[in-house]
């Protein structure tokens, strides 16, 4: 894996874009989360789900600083998650829900699946230079 020097301008960019936007979505959603819990707000499955796909969103980009291949197989499954949680719970709820599952898709899946390819690419490069 190369370090953190050897990327290049642009990956660096968006790495530090993606932790701010990623510790912005934990802090409000966790806040959000809190608020609802001492408010005795009924929660569903799919609420929890959702708000653990956003906390650990931040966690596991940092660990993509370090393990790209490990990140991006997680940052797959996050995303692959968030898009099963939109096509079958919006079918079954009202359109409300459906509208905030379709956010939490643009919000939070496109930014997981973009993170997971710059991982991706990033850990096969490597891969190439040592084998070559």
């Known amino acids: 894996m190369p370090s953190v020097a050897k990327w290049s301008t642009w990956s660096k960019f968006y790495i530090i874009s993606l932790l701010l936007y990623s510790a912005l979505l934990?802090?409000?959603?966790?806040?959000?989360?809190?608020s609802a819990l001492q408010q005795h707000?009924?929660?569903k499955a799919s609420d929890i789900l959702i708000q653990a796909l956003m906390t650990l969103f931040l966690?596991?980009?940092?660990l993509g600083i370090w393990k790209q291949r490990l990140a991006s197989?997680?940052?797959?499954?996050?995303?692959?998650?968030?898009?099963?949680?939109?096509?079958?719970?919006?079918?079954?709820?009202?359109?409300s829900m459906s509208g905030m599952l379709?956010?939490?898709?643009?919000?939070?899946?496109?930014p997981m699946l973009a993170s997971a390819i710059l991982f991706h690419l990033?850990?096969?490069n490597s891969a190439s230079k040592l084998t070559s």
């Open 73 to 95: 197989g997680l940052l797959f499954a996050g995303a692959a998650t968030d898009l099963a949680l939109t096509l079958f719970l919006s079918v079954h709820t009202a359109s």
């Open 59 to 62: 966690p596991t980009l940092i």
């Open 41 to 43: 707000s009924p929660l």
């Open 26 to 34: 934990c802090f409000v959603s966790t806040k959000v989360f809190v």
């Open 122 to 124: 990033g850990s096969r």
């Open 102 to 110: 379709s956010a939490s898709l643009l919000f939070l899946g496109f």
